[in-house]
């Protein structure tokens, strides 16, 4: 039902009906007002699932976040369309499939097979196509002022986010990565106004947070659209002494622990605090009940070593019951954090473990008179599909992945095998049942093999 209520009240926005703000209808879902609504997207960069206070973790503390869930929904089951950044971004920004816009791996470049890989992976666009229709230029046609702040890593040039729908855009472009999280955060030559905005010793977190709030204040007045896109918590791993040392002495009670490491708490913590900062301006400017805020992540969180370069500080997290994390297609690298807020149209204190995917919100926006074409009624038994025919840099090798209902099928193109996981009985996909249960793998792998093919998916071949 939940799923219902995300689609209905994203049909309310671009319909903009009119009612009392005390009015309440029956689902949870409150009356909607004359304006129409605000919305606030913030993405993290490699948050996992289980970095939060309110999805279990007990180190890292995040009372504004926690905060957001409480006063709205809490997606238990809340997925990234891609184990890593590139494809779920582009997914976020059109609802189309990381297949259907050509981006399955992070944009950086095509190469030719590295040593010890046994597969050709396919090719991808190196930007996301200006034909694809955003959310920036679906809010943009309806008078939203449209802001895209923080990384993009879609494209640089022509295909940055000021072509594609952004009136506003700041700290955005070819980047997937600060050199540093301190100013002046990028090399030379990049990003120079985000750093004529800051100064030596600014964390860049705190520093997109302050151009996001920059831009509500200037369009208090008239209905807007701010993207905000974290760099944080992906590496490097950095974080302000402060926040540091709160976690260095917490750590000093489980001295053995090892995850979270506790720079990258201080990270997560700093998302969180700037989180607040954006509720709270919204408080203060009298538009918290009529703006929707949508919070998740790009993927799940890094639990590996990172390349040398990158390497200090990680694995920095683990996520928690979850197997794996980014760059892989097992339930710690697609599971995400994924909280939506709108008070006056959700009642609050909803936690819903209906599956949803980043792509789900688009296909609202784009056709508000209905329900998304390719998931239908949205129900517990919804058919999910990834696709990631290529090496991550953290390890993962080519795979496809389908959940239905409390199924999951992961299927490995060197091995060219499938594990099916019952998610319900073992969400951290310990035990592969594909031999106990032959018949029901077949008949998810042909169904696997089936979509794709319908999808146009490209596919590993041998080299």
Not at 12 to 27: F, N, P
Not at 107 to 114: C, E, K, T, V
Not at 315 to 341: F, M, S
Request: proline share 8%; hydrophobic share 35%; aromatic share 10%.
């Amino acid at each position: 039902m939940t799923r219902c209520y995300l689609l209905f009240l994203l049909s309310l926005l671009l319909l903009g009906c009119s009612a009392s703000d005390d009015d309440v209808t029956g689902g949870g879902v409150v009356s909607p007002t004359d304006r129409p609504p605000n919305v606030v997207l913030i993405v993290a960069d490699d948050l996992g699932w289980f970095d939060l206070a309110s999805y279990g973790n007990d180190f890292i503390e995040t009372p504004n976040l926690d905060r957001l869930a409480a006063a709205g929904i809490r997606f238990t089951n809340g997925y990234a369309a891609a184990a890593i950044c590139s494809p779920s971004r582009g997914s976020l920004l059109t609802g189309l499939t990381p297949v259907a816009t050509n981006i399955t791996e992070h944009i950086h470049g095509n190469g030719p097979p590295r040593p010890g890989q046994q597969l050709r992976t396919p090719p991808i666009a190196q930007q996301l196509a200006l034909s694809f229709r955003t959310t920036g230029e679906v809010f943009r046609e309806r008078g939203y002022g449209t802001a895209y702040i923080g990384k993009w890593h879609l494209g640089g040039g022509e295909f940055q986010p000021e072509f594609q729908g952004f009136d506003y855009t700041i700290g955005s472009g070819a980047n997937g990565l600060p050199q540093s999280f301190f100013y002046p955060f990028f090399p030379p030559n990049q990003h120079q106004r985000l750093k004529d905005s800051a100064k030596p010793g600014d964390y860049l977190t705190d520093v997109l947070t302050d151009r996001a709030l920059d831009y509500i204040d200037a369009h208090r007045d008239s209905s807007f659209f701010v993207n905000l896109n974290y760099y944080a918590p992906h590496v490097p791993i950095m974080g302000k002494e402060e926040l540091i040392e709160k976690y260095r002495q917490k750590r000093a009670a489980n001295p053995n622990d090892s995850f979270p490491d506790i720079v990258y708490a201080a990270m997560v913590d700093a998302i969180d605090q700037n989180v607040g900062r954006i509720m709270d301006r919204l408080e203060a400017l009298g538009l918290t009940n009529n703006t929707l805020v949508v919070f998740t992540s790009d993927n799940g969180g890094l639990s590996v070593e990172e390349v040398p370069a990158f390497a200090a500080h990680t694995p920095p997290t683990d996520n928690g019951p979850l197997r794996a994390g980014k760059g892989y297609l097992y339930e710690g690298g697609t599971q995400v954090p994924l909280i939506v807020r709108w008070p006056a149209r959700i009642s609050a204190g909803q936690v819903s473990d209906t599956p949803v995917v980043g792509e789900d919100i688009f296909p609202a926006l784009r056709d508000p008179t209905g329900m998304s074409p390719l998931f239908g009624d949205a129900t517990s038994e919804r058919l999910l599909i990834w696709h990631f025919p290529h090496y991550s840099p953290q390890g993962g090798k080519p795979a496809s992945s389908l959940r239905q209902g409390k199924l999951k099928l992961v299927y490995d193109y060197e091995t060219e095998r499938s594990m099916l996981f019952d998610l319900a009985a073992d969400p951290g996909e310990t035990t592969d049942l594909s031999g106990a249960e032959p018949e029901k793998t077949r008949e998810l792998e042909q169904l696997l093999k089936t979509r794709l093919a319908d999808m146009g998916a490209q596919l590993p071949t041998p080299l």
